[in-house]
């Protein structure tokens, strides 16, 4: 059985119009999306900048309103749940927000940022309060010492580290990681996946990485979804998806991964090139007429592409 399944979501944001400010239209940011999580998986959504990646995310944890579909946790329908204080579905989902800046209350120490949701969801003594907060410190990678600062006294890594510690004070079974690096510097962003990994590995949490960098998906992710506009226009074993890539959006994803080899530099300029005078040739192979994505169609086992 599935940790977390997903049914036909729908996130949809209103237009308003006219004088008496009626709805006119819907912008379809999330249309009919399903996928599975299981215990200690990591699936990775991946998309441009509002394709509905984050959304989805979002969704999930009750941050937006779903317009339909339903949400599925250990066996349970808790989609009405979903928003609400102190469910049991709040303490088993967790977050990771994108912005390592605004997402720690700079008025509070680290001791009652990590505290806090323990404070909400266990009864424990002021002893063994301060043994958990120095505990997930440690898990981390930071000291103990490091509970009576504030954000601001923190790098953007440590911050990131924060606020991992803060997520898996109540051993949730799944958090969902909104672009937890994209802000972070390259050797840093290193140490933060590797930090994310270790705590998978010893906590048993399963992972829906939200991302936008390929490189960084294929190192933490087992499973990819290909997002854009709204639908998924690949899921797959992130092996069979790098190897195999079908959906023209999928392969100039991974063209425009930088190479570092030199030579090679015009070459892929040339593929980038070649990728884009395809789509426009062929649109309608990848694309419905009014530019709305397929529906996905199995291709091969573990591997679901959208196509007519």
């Given at each position: 059985?599935?940790?977390?399944?997903?049914?036909?979501?729908?996130?949809?944001?209103?237009?308003?119009?006219?004088?008496?400010?009626?709805?006119?239209?819907?912008?379809?940011?999330?249309?009919?999306?399903?996928?599975?999580?299981?215990?200690?998986?990591?699936?990775?959504?991946?998309?441009?900048?509002?394709?509905?990646?984050?959304?989805?995310?979002?969704?999930?944890?009750?941050?937006?309103?779903?317009?339909?579909?339903?949400?599925?946790?250990?066996?349970?329908?808790?989609?009405?749940?979903?928003?609400?204080?102190?469910?049991?579905?709040?303490?088993?989902?967790?977050?990771?927000?994108?912005?390592?800046?605004?997402?720690?209350?700079?008025?509070?120490?680290?001791?009652?940022?990590?505290?806090?949701?323990?404070?909400?969801?266990?009864?424990?003594?002021?002893?063994?309060?301060?043994?958990?907060?120095?505990?997930?410190?440690?898990?981390?990678?930071?000291?103990?010492?490091?509970?009576?600062?504030?954000?601001?006294?923190?790098?953007?890594?440590?911050?990131?580290?924060?606020?991992?510690?803060?997520?898996?004070?109540?051993?949730?079974?799944?958090?969902?990681?909104?672009?937890?690096?994209?802000?972070?510097?390259?050797?840093?962003?290193?140490q933060v996946l590797n930090y994310l990994k270790d705590v998978q590995q010893e906590l048993g949490i399963a992972y829906l990485f939200v991302s936008h960098d390929m490189s960084v998906v294929k190192y933490m992710c087992e499973k990819l979804a290909i997002m854009n506009k709204g639908r998924f226009v690949?899921?797959?074993?992130?092996?069979?998806?790098?190897?195999?890539?079908?959906?023209?959006?999928?392969?100039?994803?991974?063209?425009?991964?930088?190479?570092?080899?030199?030579?090679?530099?015009?070459?892929?300029?040339?593929?980038?090139?070649?990728?884009?005078?395809?789509?426009?040739?062929?649109?309608?192979?990848?694309?419905?007429?009014?530019?709305?994505?397929?529906?996905?169609?199995?291709?091969?086992?573990?591997?679901?592409?959208?196509?007519?």
């Amino acid at each position: 059985m599935a940790l977390l399944e997903v049914e036909d979501l729908k996130v949809y944001y209103p237009i308003k119009g006219g004088i008496l400010g009626r709805t006119v239209g819907h912008v379809k940011a999330v249309d009919g999306v399903s996928f599975k999580i299981h215990e200690r998986e990591t699936v990775g959504l991946i998309g441009e900048s509002g394709s509905g990646k984050s959304t989805i995310g979002k969704a999930i944890l009750g941050l937006v309103p779903i317009h339909s579909g339903r949400i599925i946790f250990n066996g349970e329908d808790i989609t009405k749940y979903i928003g609400k204080n102190r469910s049991p579905y709040r303490k088993d989902v967790q977050m990771v927000f994108q912005d390592v800046y605004s997402s720690l209350n700079p008025r509070e120490r680290v001791y009652d940022l990590i505290a806090e949701p323990l404070r909400n969801f266990e009864k424990l003594t002021k002893a063994e309060e301060k043994y958990r907060v120095d505990e997930l410190l440690t898990i981390v990678g930071m000291s103990p010492e490091n509970a009576v600062k504030y954000p601001f006294e923190f790098s953007g890594g440590q911050r990131q580290r924060i606020g991992v510690a803060r997520a898996i004070a109540l051993k949730p079974k799944l958090i969902v990681c909104d672009e937890p690096v994209s802000a972070l510097d390259l050797s840093i962003q290193a140490q933060v996946l590797n930090y994310l990994k270790d705590v998978q590995q010893e906590l048993g949490i399963a992972y829906l990485f939200v991302s936008h960098d390929m490189s960084v998906v294929k190192y933490m992710c087992e499973k990819l979804a290909i997002m854009n506009k709204g639908r998924f226009v690949e899921f797959g074993d992130s092996d069979t998806i790098y190897d195999n890539a079908t959906h023209i959006y999928t392969r100039r994803l991974l063209s425009a991964i930088p190479n570092i080899d030199p030579r090679k530099k015009g070459k892929n300029k040339e593929l980038r090139r070649a990728l884009a005078e395809e789509q426009a040739a062929n649109s309608i192979q990848y694309y419905q007429e009014d530019g709305s994505v397929y529906q996905l169609k199995q291709k091969a086992d573990n591997h679901w592409v959208a196509m007519p």
